[in-house]
């Protein structure tokens, strides 16, 4: 019995610690692990080779990924997804592990809807956004990267009476803004999610600022595309001089926490022994109110991640 792993889509810190826990307890499982790089374009041009330990040794504290990763345009083609088919078969391999996030996923529930394929996912992603699951791998080592800026900014801020908009990552979810707004005390956060209305946003600031506030810390998801706007407000409308931090793709790398590595330890193992004892496998691994568990991948693709309620309240109550 043959296994492989893959990273699909954007990186996140944790999937070398995945990576490792694969290797190692596939080999004690009795089974051969495979490494497949550069992501479902190294699938359809067969960057398959079988793993060692020696592979794995040292990388758990590393962020990024080993056997790094794609976004891959002719994976939408049918006759590149046989070509990645049969080369799984050269090699044998009938069990793959896929660390990615909802693109990746979207790409195996048709893959696996037009070959016999036998797979589980492992949800990888900064964004958190994911159907089904509480979190994905990469989550809390970027918001204490994100927590590490804010502290730094805040710090400039107060000494100079300004504000500053703070731009991060998260596609089209405002999980990472909203969780960094409560742990930073931000006075404004503005996600996708929420319509931004700043006429109540103006009364409380500016009454804040003449009972002595002299600096505001505003986060802004990227996923909303009101950066611009917010900046414009802050300058104009509550008449603060702003300056702006956009975060960038620092936010992906960094060495791994400890809540990520124990992630990837446990998202591994339920991955690896369910398809130990199952050959029709279409599944994700999640994590949910505390407890792991594996869903249909159609189920986690036809579903959109909602923010959970108390995450939106949390927006009122921000000072």
């Known amino acids: 019995m043959s296994f492989a792993i893959m990273c699909s889509g954007g990186d996140a810190p944790g999937m070398n610690p995945a990576i490792k826990k694969f290797v190692d307890y596939v080999?004690?499982?009795?089974?051969?692990?495979?490494?497949?790089?550069?992501?479902?374009?190294?699938?359809?041009?067969?960057?398959?080779?079988?793993?060692?330990?020696s592979d794995v040794s040292g990388i758990l504290h590393n962020g990024g990924t080993i056997i790094r990763s794609s976004r891959s345009k002719r994976f939408f083609e049918h006759s590149y997804r046989m070509q990645a088919y049969y080369n799984l078969k050269e090699f044998g391999i009938t069990k793959l592990v896929v660390l990615g996030g909802d693109g990746s996923f979207r790409a195996m529930q048709i893959f696996s809807s037009e070959f016999e394929l036998n797979f589980v996912g492992i949800p990888s992603t900064i964004d958190n956004d994911i159907y089904g699951t509480d979190y994905c791998l990469g989550v809390d080592t970027a918001l204490n990267v994100i927590r590490d800026a804010l502290d730094?900014?805040?710090?400039?801020?107060?000494?100079?009476?300004?504000?500053?908009?703070?731009?991060?990552?998260?596609?089209?979810?405002g999980y990472l803004a909203i969780v960094s707004s409560m742990i930073s005390g931000a006075e404004v956060c503005v996600v996708p999610e929420?319509?931004?209305?700043?006429k109540e946003l103006t009364k409380r600031l500016k009454d804040e600022m003449q009972n002595g506030r002299n600096y505001i810390l505003a986060i802004v998801a990227e996923g909303s595309k009101k950066t611009t706007e917010v900046f414009n407000w802050l300058q104009d409308d509550i008449g603060m001089e702003t300056r702006v931090s956009i975060l960038g793709h620092i936010q992906r790398g960094g060495n791994p926490t400890v809540y990520d590595r124990l992630m990837a330890f446990d998202f591994t193992i339920i991955a690896v022994d369910h398809l130990l004892v199952n050959n029709n496998s279409n599944k994700i691994a999640v994590y949910k109110k505390g407890e792991f568990g594996l869903m249909e991948i159609e189920d986690v693709v036809s579903n959109k991640y909602q923010l959970p309620k108390h995450y939106l309240d949390a927006l009122n109550l921000l000072d």
Do not use: N, Q
Not at 31 to 46: A, C, H, R, V, W
Not at 163 to 169: G, H, I, K, R
Not at 194 to 198: G, H, I, L, N
């Open 152 to 173: 730094k900014i805040r710090d400039t801020a107060s000494s100079f009476s300004r504000a500053f908009l703070v731009e991060v990552m998260g596609r089209d979810c």
């Open 27 to 53: 080999y004690k499982k009795g089974s051969t692990p495979y490494l497949i790089y550069d992501g479902l374009e190294g699938l359809i041009d067969k960057k398959i080779k079988k793993a060692t330990h």
């Open 194 to 198: 929420v319509a931004f209305e700043p």
